[in-house]
């Protein structure tokens, strides 16, 4: 199995920062693509960042210029690294990965816990 575990969440005031990380174990060939999700209470989960292997990234326009997505491909880690933080960045924030387990294989989603990101006013 994979077990994606995220660490960094927290309680932080606005325009404050904080950095997720997200590490991958378990029986891995090879991460494709991985990512960044939120939800809030009441609302659907979306994408926050995205990172493919080869490093490129996309974001979600209410982050862009204040997040920052980067992997460790040797570690099978991913991180967030959010700035100037704003009560609506408010969320439990979940990792993503595609992860293919055997050479043969196909890939297939995983998910972490979910981490806790409060922004206080």
Do not use: H
Request: proline content about 2%; hydrophobic content about 30%.
């Amino acid at each position: 199995q994979v077990q994606l575990v995220e660490s960094g969440g927290g309680l932080v005031q606005a325009g404050g920062s904080l950095r997720l990380s997200c590490a991958a174990s378990g029986t891995i060939f090879r991460i494709n693509n991985m990512g960044w999700y939120r939800q809030a209470p009441g609302k659907q989960r979306e994408l926050v960042a995205g990172i493919t292997k080869g490093g490129s990234t996309n974001y979600r326009d209410s982050v862009k210029g204040r997040f920052t997505i980067s992997r460790d491909n040797a570690k099978n880690t991913v991180y967030l690294e959010m700035n100037s933080l704003k009560p609506e960045d408010t969320a439990v924030y979940y990792c993503n990965a595609d992860v293919q387990r055997r050479l043969w294989g196909t890939s297939d989603d995983y998910w972490g816990q979910g981490t806790q990101v409060t922004v206080s006013s």
